[in-house]
């Protein structure tokens, strides 16, 4: 079946814009995080949301950092007034399960993000 | 809160094992420890996942010794194609915990 899908898979922005990145979970998985993921760097935990609960927002870095996941399916997370500092990967990825369970994430490709 | 430590690079040759370890402490007894393995422009994919003693599957083996401080994969004979950055990721009390990552440079 499809694996997880992001778009767009390159953005270039201009300082100071807002951007969307999205992104299709797996069929049925119930759990869908964000990840940024800068040049040469780990994983950093964005946002985490699990069937109906209240998300995860432990990890956005500032309040220019949203996320919404409509019907339990897509999710898109949104960058107001980006800066330099944003520039990085954005992985999405979901699972079926939450946490507390051993669990398989799957990822998509990532949205290289580059805010000149 | 549990933590991981994770080397930053290793080098080895086509036909070698490879055996990288992650230290986590303050693990709990039904922390599940998950390695993933990143290939560049990729996003990670899954490779194996246990919580304790040795799990196998066709690709690795993951070693956890009785005082889950620490967790190795092992990786059998890689080849050139097993050149990428593998995490570890500790699944404790609802937080996910990654390392930081280990670059793995395969040698003809």
């Known amino acids: 079946g499809a694996g997880v899908s992001q778009s767009p898979s390159n953005k270039v922005t201009e300082k100071g814009k807002d951007v969307e990145l999205r992104c299709d979970p797996i069929?049925?998985?119930?759990?869908l995080y964000w990840y940024r993921q800068s040049l040469g760097q780990g994983l950093e935990f964005l946002i985490y949301?699990?069937?109906?609960?209240?998300?995860?927002k432990s990890g956005l870095p500032s309040d220019r950092f949203s996320a919404e996941r409509t019907g339990g399916s897509v999710s898109t997370l949104t960058i107001q007034r980006t800066q330099q500092e944003d520039s990085a990967v954005y992985l999405c990825?979901?699972?079926?399960?939450?946490?507390?369970?051993?669990?398989?994430?799957?990822f998509g490709p990532g949205t290289r993000l580059t805010v000149l | 809160l549990a933590k991981t430590t994770q080397p930053i690079s290793m080098d080895s040759y086509e036909g070698q094992e490879v055996n990288i370890t992650c230290s986590h402490n303050n693990i709990a007894t039904n922390d599940y420890i998950t390695w993933y393995q990143q290939f560049p422009s990729q996003g990670p994919r899954f490779i194996i996942q246990g919580y304790k003693t040795k799990v196998t599957n066709e690709v690795a083996s993951l070693f956890i010794p009785a005082d889950r401080k620490s967790s190795t994969l092992s990786l059998p004979r890689v080849s050139l194609s097993d050149t990428a950055v593998y995490y570890c990721?500790?699944?404790?009390?609802?937080?996910?915990?990654w390392g930081a990552g280990t670059k793995l440079i395969i040698k003809p």
């Open positions: 069929s049925g998985h119930t759990a």
């Open positions: 990721l500790v699944d404790s009390n609802y937080q996910l915990i």
């Open positions: 949301f699990q069937g109906n609960s209240a998300p995860d």
């Open positions: 990825a979901s699972s079926l399960a939450g946490g507390g369970l051993p669990d398989t994430q799957y």
